[in-house]
DNA sequence: TCTGGGGTCCTAGGACCC
DNA sequence: TCTGGGGTCCTAGGACCC
């Protein structure tokens, strides 16, 4: 056994009080404003092409679904116990999440949106009996006002906010909200929280752990910080210093600029023409080029990828990228399109079954505006985009698109259980009514 | 038959330089 | 002929998250 130097509990940090507000099974609960028919029905929303569970309700968890299962797999379970199934359908989502968000400012100024379904709020300067009521009232207005349940957890630091959170999201007592800050009730919320469920700890750090008889988080925190900091490096000592109630992630309230911007789909079937590749990557560059326009981006390079389908041993797999400088920062849908369709053109091997394409642009920027005599051209192609983004926020996306996306799309993904978008696009509304 | 997509951060190792 | 070692930068890949 190795071990083992216990901080003195005296450090713990109880001052700060981070909270971390996260929609329960968020989308199956999206599904159900618009159809109070399924309150209390075990629901599960399905990823792209139809293909893997990712969302279950809390019924059809405790049916036994698993997360990330693969549909096809689940479908017998479905079927007998009548569980409603929905392509995702995230134009919705993105929207319903927007209005979370909203009205999560409304209860704390700092709020850092961490995914669509979560979000950390600073709730300093509250006494400790008075967080719980706080937070009570929170669940309860973004559940009258939206419709959507929340679970919230109250901790020190970040990590123990999800510690928190995750116990009130697993324990019916707490009712939906759970305060770990006396020293205490941390220590038995560690206890009751297997090392696997800790934020940062994935599927192989946990295995690395156990092997240690690490089992929990108490385990964990128990554990020397050398050791830790030996075998599992700065992510590791983070992790032990946040559950001891030291921070070291600070509420980054102010979103800085993406990195790198990536659109890739598998196919609803495969392809093994260069024209229906050409087609995919047309699409997907040219909405990568859209979204980093939307943020006011611009990229300096960019990569292409294709791939086979590696679940199907039984045929030649196949995969490869290739990394294209850009001549000019740019986020021009024209430009970016062609030099994708140059790179895959390069990898393209004739005499496979792709399954997958996608196109990650890279090196982001803001797009300043330095011109020169040479920028005529920019200019010009900047006029284009502005009309064509405005012409397809209008009209729908894909109302203008560019020649060489094709329009048949043999490639195109697969979603057979869609829901209409009811709060963003009115056309399907119509549909719907009629 | 059918197995998601979009991110971030860290690290090891190679290339290169002096 | 003998054939060092430290620093930096870049990249690919791993691990993780939702």
């Given at each position: ?9 005296n ?31 075990p ?59 909203e ?18 709020l ?64 941390v ?7 297997p ?16 092997s240690?008889k ?46 790198n ?14 024209i ?12 990568a ?40 920062p ?43 005599l ?40 697969k ?5 209409p ?14």
């Amino acid at each position: 056994m190795l071990y083992t130097k216990q901080l003195p509990n005296n450090h713990y940090s109880l001052k700060k009080s981070i909270a971390l507000i996260d929609c329960n099974s968020f989308y199956a609960s999206c599904e159900r404003i618009f159809n109070p028919k399924l309150m209390g029905k075990p629901i599960v929303v399905l990823s792209n092409n139809d293909g893997c569970i990712i969302t279950r309700s809390s019924e059809a968890k405790s049916l036994g679904i698993k997360m990330g299962e693969p549909y096809f797999k689940a479908k017998k379970i479905i079927e007998k116990n009548k569980i409603k199934v929905f392509s995702s359908n995230y134009s919705l989502y993105g929207d319903i999440s927007q209005r979370v968000m909203e009205t999560l400012v409304k209860f704390s100024p700092e709020v850092e949106i961490y995914s669509i379904d979560e979000a950390f709020l600073s709730l300093n300067g509250f006494e400790n009996y008075e967080l719980n009521t706080y937070c009570s009232h929170i669940v309860e207005k973004i559940k009258k006002w939206i419709g959507i349940p929340v679970s919230i957890g109250v901790g020190s630091t970040k990590t123990l906010s999800k510690i928190a959170n995750n116990l009130a999201k697993k324990n019916e007592d707490y009712q939906g909200v759970c305060i770990l800050k006396e020293w205490l009730d941390v220590k038995n919320g560690l206890a009751r929280t297997p090392i696997g469920d800790v934020w940062g700890i994935g599927r192989r750090l946990s295995m690395f752990l156990r092997s240690y008889k690490i089992n929990n988080a108490l385990d964990f925190i128990n554990t020397d910080k050398g050791w830790i900091r030996k075998n599992m490096g700065v992510v590791g000592e983070k992790i032990y210093l946040e559950l001891h109630g030291i921070s070291c992630l600070e509420l980054d309230l102010m979103p800085t600029n993406k990195k790198n911007c990536c659109v890739s789909r598998s196919f609803g079937k495969s392809v093994n023409k260069l024209i229906d590749l050409e087609e995919s990557v047309t699409n997907y560059s040219s909405r990568a080029a859209q979204k980093i326009r939307e943020e006011g981006l611009v990229a300096h390079s960019m990569n292409v990828f294709i791939l086979t389908n590696y679940f199907n041993r039984r045929e030649k797999q196949y995969s490869n990228s290739i990394k294209l400088q850009l001549p000019y920062p740019t986020n021009d849908s024209l430009q970016i399109v062609k030099n994708a369709l140059l790179g895959l053109k390069k990898i393209y091997r004739k005499g496979y079954n792709y399954k997958k394409a996608g196109v990650i642009l890279n090196e982001l920027s803001k797009s300043s505006i330095t011109k020169g005599l040479l920028d005529y051209k920019r200019d010009v192609s900047e006029s284009i985009m502005k009309s064509m983004d405005l012409i397809n926020s209008r009209y729908g996306n894909s109302t203008l698109k560019i020649a060489s996306e094709g329009v048949e799309n043999k490639w195109k993904i697969k979603r057979e259980k869609l829901t209409p978008s009811y709060t963003t696009n009115f056309k399907d509304i119509i549909r719907v009514k009629c």
